[in-house]
């Protein structure tokens, strides 16, 4: 009887695989889910929502984000412009505070966005391989935040 044990969800290189797995772990929240996913060694990052004291409580720390409105971005194919773009750009300068010891030391890393969003944000993320080297899609409670 052949069966397979630890079979994979996905093969995407984005999802974090396991206690080995020495990325940083990501996870894509909506405004609701964060609520009661707030964790004490994790960095939450609101992208383009201001949220209230009672969304803030629980996290390590807590960051927000904006979409700059005229990109500064150097065109399709550019090298140092990722097509992510500042949002990449801004997840790789967070690793480097981290390592530098500029921001807290965290262990997650919480996006924060409207649910409307959570699918396209997903899809920047995937669209970055420089994101996936530094940082794993990590489930949340009972489903993948990711649709890989």
Partial sequence: MLFQRAASVSTSPLLWTGPKDRRVRLRVLSLEEADVQAQPDGLAVFLGIVPSMAQQAGWGSVRLWTELENGGDHGAGCACCPVSGHLGRFLTRLIQ??????????????????????????????????????????????????SC
């Fill in 97 to 146: 505070e981290r390592a530098r010891g500029e921001c807290v030391f965290f262990n997650r890393l919480s996006l924060i966005c409207s649910a409307r969003d959570v699918a396209a944000l997903v899809k920047r993320l995937h669209a970055d391989p420089l994101i996936f080297s530094l940082y794993g899609l990590e489930a949340v409670s009972s489903h993948f935040s990711c």
